[in-house]
């Protein structure tokens, strides 16, 4: 079963197809002339920005319950790709 970000990329590759004139190029190369990223770089961008934040101070949340929280999250994506 393909993921929500699957889905959505998919959308994304589609819609710039539509794009008079860069229809034809690969979808890495019509994001690129469209100053875009893909949906996955754009997901691993923010979650480095959350980091970087919680690293810097930028929460006020108990370090324990933020990386029980990641860890629970990460076990999900492991099981999931399992």
Do not use: C, P, W
Not at 23 to 52: H, I, K, P
């Amino acid at each position: 079963m393909e993921s929500s970000l699957q889905l959505l990329e998919g959308v994304q590759r589609r819609a710039t197809k539509l794009i008079n004139g860069i229809d034809n190029l690969q979808y890495e190369e019509r994001l690129r002339r469209l100053g875009l990223m893909s949906l996955e770089a754009r997901s691993v961008r923010g979650d480095l920005v959350e980091v970087f934040k919680f690293i810097n101070g930028g929460y006020t949340i108990d370090a324990d319950i933020f990386l029980n929280i990641t860890l629970h999250y990460i076990t999900l994506e492991l099981s999931r790709v399992a």
